[in-house]
Each structure stands twice: as structure tokens, then as C-alpha cells.
């Protein structure tokens, strides 16, 4: 195998290796090389101790980011390289860190501490890949295998057990099959990571391309950290338009769903509040009626215990809230929504309701795709004609009101009607229409 390293990582491989050192790319800028796809990163392992690599690169900008295990990022050319040392690892005490670490000039040792084959494989121009645990075989078959015992892998970072899921989704690899059973084995040392680092390795595996098959023969691990979609497993829905229990609904939504980490979380969440509304008619069928409100109040605690941004939280919430809405197919309620609810939010739960039936029964799915087809195209005329759809993208505003004689509530009165007007399609947002609509609707409140 041979690799087309960009010019500012060769000039940070010839100067450590100028100054009597040894020095490897490593680890996943390897791993996609291998697998054909263009680095996001660059790093890089050497025997040159940490201090040596400060003076080393002394000309360049040196941030010492982990300068403890090692490592500093180096700046050449805008890029940022992280160089560390090679090392071996000392006790794991918080499931997390190395207590210690000690520096070697062996590149197999240093491999040995890492998390799987696919990510212990380092190359150097000159020599080559040094792959001592087979992970470009690994990677050949797509293939996730710890490096060594797995329970010990991942007793030494739980981090290492959510990565493991992660890398089958986005990669599209099977987990072998000894490294599968210490991944639901170990799921409880997951309470040990912080929530920031599980709601990232959680987004990425949402947006992975096998995430339908992971989240399918992993839910141990999902449910491990969001405990609440435990109780959506094997839940029967008792309706002619669900197939499938709750989980497995909600996993196909996942699936089917547009991929960004808002939407795929929302689609993840959106009916976790189910269970807590389940009722059953006379006749046996099942209802969940208000499942969206509880739903949003559910994912809001739970994104907020996952410390996602305030931002996403209101994204996804929303999303969430606004799935069961039922449109009918017309520009005046997908106007209304949109005035009321926002275009952004709407399309989020338009998103929603796509997938949500693509998971459902597919003796329905025809009737409801085309009726989300025709919403699409809806709301991209509201957006493409610029639609009024709030009072502040009306032609008149409230000095306006003021300057024809209105005062006080009737100046918001007198706003709220014609927006309402311009939104049921009766008066078009024209400046002179708008006037005179006012003047003569509020007439007598003219002073």
C-alpha cells in the first residue's frame, strides 16, 4: 500500500526524522487512505520525546494539547498535525485515561494500546505500513476487531464501546463476533463517560449509513444511554397502520429519515412518549393521542442530560412536537402552520412524517407519500414566492396604524386582522390594500 501525503505532513515527517527520530502517520487518516476515502486529519506518532518535538517544530506554531499522554499539535501551513509520542499505557482507573504513560521507541508497542485493528496501523514512506494486528485485512473485510482482549479494550476506555457501534455505522462494518459480545457486555461502564462524549459518538452513529442494523443489534447499548427507549422494545402498537413494535418502528424512522444529527435524533425520540399514552378502543386498536407533547418533554430532558446546545434542543424539540400534525394538502393550512409554527420547523416535521410512514404499514405508505409530496412542493412555492407569513413581513407595520388614527390594542387588533387576511389568501400584502383594508375595517376606531 502506498499513500499520497499532502506536502505539509511530509515536512513534518522529514524534520523529525532530520533530527534522528522515527516517525509514522497513524491510526485514522491510515484507515481511510486504506479504504480509498480523503483524511479529515492528519496524525502522527514518533519516538522523539515530547520536549524534543517542541524544539523540533520550534519555527512552527506548537500548541502542547495533551502534552501529559504526549502530544502536541503542530500548525504548518493552516493545517493542524497532532504528533505524539509513542507510548505504552499505565492503569485505567476512571474508565477513561491512563493514570500514567510511558514513552517507547517501539512502533508495535505503542500499536498494541490502541482500540481496534482498523486504527493500529501506522506508515511511513520508507517503510510502509506496519500493520502487526491485521487490521488492513480487517479493513479488506470490513471488519471492527479490538486489538487484543476486547473486555480488557474497553475496560480501559467505556468510550471504546460506543466507538465500536459508532464505526459499524458509519463504516458499514460487521463487528467481529468476540468484540460484539464484550461490547454489550461492557455497556454499563458507558456511566463512567461524560454525557458531552456520549452525545457525540451517538450523533455520529445515527448519521452512519448502518445505522438501522446497529441500533437494531445494539439497542442494549442505545437504551444504556438513553435509558427511556428501553420501554419502546417489543411494545405492540395494536393498529393496522404500525408493523412493527414501537423500537423497531423508531429504528426504521432513524433509518429513513434526511441525514443530519438534528433530524436523526428527533426521528430517534419522536415517539418516546408512546407508551406513557397508550390506549385501546372497543374494538381492540390501539391510539397514542397527545404522544407528541410527551414526547417533547421527554427529549428535552433527556437532550438537555446529553448537554446538547440550546439550539438543537429547540430544533429537535420542535421536530418532535409538530410530527402528528395532519396536513391536508392545501397552501392555506401549510401557510397557517407556517405563520404559526415557522418554515423551518414545519419542514423539520414534514421530515418526520416521510419517514415515519415509509416504517409503517406498506399498505398505506402510496396514499401518504404522495400527499408529502405535494407538501413539499407546497411549501417550497410559500418559500420561492417569499409568502407573508408574520406581521413583520407585512407591507404596513404598526406606525402605520398609529398614522391612520389607531391607537393602543386596536394598533395590534387591526395587525393581527390583516395578517390573518393576507394568510387566508383574502387580501393580497400590497401597502395601498393593506390601508385600506384597515381604515375600513376599523373604521369607527378612528380617532
Given amino acids: 500500500m502506498r499513500i499520497s501525503i499532502p506536502e505539509n505532513v511530509k515536512t513534518a515527517l522529514d524534520l523529525i526524522e532530520r533530527n534522528g527520530y522515527s516517525a509514522y502517520i497513524v491510526g485514522g487518516c491510515v484507515r481511510d487512505c486504506a479504504m480509498g476515502k480523503e483524511p479529515h486529519d492528519w496524525d502522527m506518532t514518533t519516538s522523539s520525546p515530547p520536549g524534543e518535538t517542541e524544539r523540533i517544530f520550534s519555527s512552527f506554531r506548537v500548541i502542547p494539547t495533551g502534552i501529559k499522554h504526549g502530544t502536541v499539535t503542530v500548525i504548518i501551513d493552516g493545517t493542524q498535525i497532532e504528533i505524539t509520542t509513542m507510548r505504552t499505557d499505565g492503569d485505567y482507573l476512571d474508565s477513561r485515561h491512563p493514570e500514567n504513560v510511558s514513552f517507547t521507541d517501539d512502533i508495535n508497542e505503542d500499536l498494541s494500546r490502541r482500540d481496534f485493528t482498523i486504527n493500529a496501523i501506522a506508515y511511513n514512506p520508507a517503510t510502509g505500513a506496519i500493520d502487526p494486528f491485521g487490521g488492513l485485512e480487517d479493513i479488506k473485510n470490513r471488519r471492527i476487531k ?18 465500536a457501534i459508532r464505526f459499524s455505522s458509519v463504516l458499514d462494518f ?36 448502518n445505522v438501522e442494523d446497529v441500533l437494531t443489534k445494539y ?34 424512522v432513524v433509518s429513513a429519515i434526511k441525514n443530519t444529527r438534528e433530524l436523526k435524533v428527533a426521528a430517534l425520540l419522536h415517539d418516546i412518549g408512546k407508551p406513557d399514552k397508550f390506549t385501546v378502543d372497543e374494538n381492540g386498536c390501539g391510539h397514542f393521542k397527545g404522544h407528541p407533547e410527551v414526547s417533547e418533554r421527554m427529549s428535552r430532558e433527556i437532550l438537555g442530560r446529553l448537554k446538547f446546545s440550546n439550539e438543537e434542543i429547540m430544533t429537535i424539540c420542535l421536530a418532535v412536537r409538530y410530527h402528528d400534525l395532519r396536513p391536508d394538502g392545501t397552501k392555506r393550512q401549510l401557510v397557517k402552520w407556517c405563520s404559526k409554527y415557522g418554515m423551518d420547523n414545519i419542514r423539520n416535521a414534514v421530515e418526520i412524517m416521510k419517514a415515519d410512514a415509509a416504517a409503517q ?31 413583520k413581513e407585512l407591507r404596513v407595520d404598526g406606525n402605520d396604524m398609529a398614522a391612520m ?43
Fill in 174 to 209: 460487521e463487528i467481529e463476533e468476540k468484540t460484539a459480545g464484550s461490547v454489550i457486555r461492557n455497556r454499563a461502564l458507558l456511566k463512567n463517560i461524560s454525557a458531552e462524549r456520549k452525545r457525540d459518538e451517538l450523533g455520529k452513529l445515527l448519521c452512519g449509513k
Fill in 361 to 391: 404499514n406498506p399498505d398505506f405508505f402510496e396514499k401518504r407519500n404522495e400527499l408529502y409530496r405535494k407538501t413539499d412542493l407546497i411549501l417550497d412555492e410559500i418559500k420561492d414566492r417569499k409568502l407573508c407569513l408574520t406581521l
Fill in 405 to 447: 388614527g389607531l391607537s393602543g390594542r386596536d394598533i395590534g387588533a387591526a395587525l393581527e386582522f390583516l395578517l390573518d387576511s393576507v394568510l387566508d389568501g383574502k387580501l393580497d400584502n400590497d401597502r395601498k390594500k393593506l390601508l385600506s383594508a384597515a381604515e375600513s375595517e376599523f373604521r369607527s376606531k378612528l380617532k
Fill in 146 to 163: 479490538c486489538v487484543g482482549d476486547p473486555d480488557r479494550r474497553f475496560g480501559e476506555d467505556a468510550l471504546r464501546v460506543l466507538r
Fill in 219 to 252: 439497542s442494549e447499548v442505545i437504551f444504556t444511554v438513553i435509558p427511556e427507549l428501553e420501554a419502546l422494545d417489543g411494545f405492540d402498537q395494536r393498529t393496522p397502520y404500525h408493523i412493527y413494535d414501537i423500537w423497531l418502528h423508531t429504528v426504521k
